[in-house]
C-alpha cells in the first residue's frame, strides 16, 4: 500500500514561516548585536532629547506668557512708554515664543497711538506681525494697523483704497461689514456717490444682520433719489 503523503493545514504553514523568521531575526541579532545595541541607544538619546526640549519650549512659553502679560498690563494702564520697554523684552527674550507676534502687534499700535506717531517702525512692526501671527483675526488687526500708518503718512485717500485692499484679502471676516460702512460713509462726504453706493449695496446684499444694514439702505435710497432728479 502507498505510504500516505502529510498534508499541511494552512495554519501549520503559516506558524511554521513564523518560526524560520524568529530564528532567522534571533540569528541577525547574534551576528549584529553591537549595531542592534548602538541603534537602540541611538533611539533612546533622541527620545530623551526631544523629550527635554519640548519640555524647555514649554517653559519658555510659560516664562514669555509672564512677560507679555506685564507688558499688556502696562499698555492697558496707558503707560505706553513701560509697555513699550516690556514688549520689546519679549522679543529680546523669547523672541521664539508664540507670544513674539502678538508682541510685534502690540509695539505697532503703541507707535501708532503715541502723541508723535513713529509710522516707520509700526510699519516694520505691523508687517512682523503679519507674517509671525496665524490666527485670522491677529493679521486682519496687522492689515488694519498698516492701514493706519497709511493714512499718516500718505493721508485718507490712501487709507481707504487701503481699506478696501483689507476687505478684499479677508472677505469673511466680521469686520467687512463695518469697514465697508466707514468706506461708503467717506465717499458719500465726499459726494462720490457710485462709490458710496458700491459699499452700501455690498451691506444690504450680504449683512442684513449687521448694525449699519438700516442706514446702508436709507443711503442708498438717498443716493438713488438724488441720481434720478439730476
Not at 16 to 33: G, I, M, P, R, Y
Not at 102 to 107: A, F, Q, R
Not at 144 to 161: F, H, I, K, N, V
Request: glycine share 4%; proline share 1%; aromatic share 14%.
Amino acid at each position: 500500500m502507498a505510504k500516505k503523503i502529510k498534508r499541511h493545514k494552512h495554519h501549520d504553514i503559516k506558524e511554521d514561516k513564523f518560526v524560520t523568521t524568529a530564528l532567522l531575526f534571533s540569528e541577525f541579532v547574534q551576528n549584529h548585536w553591537k549595531k542592534v545595541a548602538f541603534g537602540a541607544a541611538a533611539l533612546i538619546v533622541i527620545i530623551i532629547v526631544l523629550v527635554a526640549l519640548t519640555s524647555r519650549s514649554g517653559k519658555v512659553n510659560i516664562m514669555a506668557l509672564r512677560q507679555f502679560d506685564t507688558a499688556l498690563a502696562l499698555y492697558e494702564d496707558n503707560k505706553m512708554n513701560e509697555a513699550e520697554t516690556a514688549f520689546s523684552a519679549v522679543l529680546d527674550e523669547y523672541g521664539s515664543s508664540k507670544y513674539s507676534g502678538l508682541s510685534y502687534l502690540y509695539l505697532g499700535k503703541i507707535n501708532v497711538e503715541k502723541d508723535e506717531p513713529n509710522v516707520e517702525s509700526a510699519e516694520m512692526y505691523f508687517n512682523k506681525a503679519k507674517s509671525r501671527l496665524h490666527e485670522s483675526i491677529f493679521k486682519e488687526t496687522a492689515w488694519l494697523g498698516l492701514a493706519e500708518c497709511t493714512r499718516l503718512s500718505e493721508g485718507d485717500d490712501a487709507y481707504y483704497e487701503s481699506l478696501k485692499r483689507l476687505i478684499k484679502k479677508f472677505p469673511n471676516s466680521y469686520k467687512v461689514s463695518s469697514i465697508s460702512f466707514k468706506i461708503a460713509e467717506y465717499y458719500f462726504s465726499n459726494d462720490e456717490y457710485d462709490q458710496a453706493k458700491e459699499y452700501y449695496s455690498l451691506i444690504v446684499k450680504k449683512f442684513k444682520n449687521s448694525s449699519d444694514f438700516y442706514k446702508s439702505k436709507q443711503q442708498l435710497e438717498y443716493i438713488e433719489q438724488l441720481q434720478q432728479d439730476i
